[in-house]
């Protein structure tokens, strides 16, 4: 869904990429979610940042002492992240076909952050397939934490479903990503998920 919104307005990745930019010259906080996930971890840890778009939070974490590698399937944001955030390995991959030791990168990932409604941008056929790619990516003991807001096309029932029959267990779920418990009425969902 992200590509075709690149493919129907050419200027929007790179708005995309200003817009962060933006944000960032004028001091406003962006790395919330990667503070979470760094509280997870072990110094040293290893990182990918599944659909990193311009790398506000792979770069985060890799300032943090983390190993990170960072795909997104849009090249404009991952020459975005390269620019602003080196450090990280930034790749351009779909998160459908994510093979990353065929990349040479063998070792699975302490985390796994999918942050910015990135589930709610891919197509709808592909969501068990990619929580599948991304637990085959995970490391035994690791963790992956996903984030996306509510009346984006998929309730947050059907992706718990979905990362089950995928291999995963939900094992914390919040509705923030600064520790607000999830409830019924949230609106917005954070689930930390183990392998199974
Ligand atoms: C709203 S952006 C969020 C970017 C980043 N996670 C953040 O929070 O700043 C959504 C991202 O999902 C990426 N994306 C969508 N479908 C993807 C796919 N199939 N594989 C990899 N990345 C994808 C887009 O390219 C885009 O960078």
Avoid: K
Wanted: proline fraction near 6%; aromatic fraction near 8%; charged fraction near 20%.
């Amino acid at each position: 869904m992200w590509v075709r919104m690149t493919q129907e307005d050419p200027g929007h990745s790179a708005a995309y990429v200003q817009r962060f930019r933006s944000l960032a010259d004028q001091g406003f906080d962006l790395a919330g979610e990667a503070r979470l996930v760094d509280a997870m971890l072990g110094r040293g840890s290893r990182v990918l940042d599944a659909g990193c778009g311009p790398g506000r939070l792979g770069g985060f974490l890799h300032a943090a002492g983390h190993d990170v590698v960072g795909v997104d399937v849009d090249p404009v944001l991952i020459a975005a992240a390269e620019e602003d955030h080196p450090g990280p390995r930034w790749l351009v991959r779909d998160l459908s076909e994510l093979d990353l030791p065929a990349a040479g990168i063998d070792e699975p990932f302490d985390a796994i952050v999918c942050a910015g409604n990135v589930m709610t941008f891919l197509a709808p056929s592909t969501r068990v397939t990619v929580l599948r790619r991304l637990h085959a990516h995970a490391a035994a003991g690791g963790r992956a934490t996903i984030g996306f807001g509510a009346g984006r096309g998929y309730g947050f029932d059907e992706f718990l479903d979905d990362a089950r029959a995928a291999g995963w267990v939900p094992e914390l779920l919040l509705a923030t990503w600064d520790l607000r418990p999830f409830t019924p009425e949230s609106d917005f969902l954070v689930a930390v998920l183990r392998p199974a």
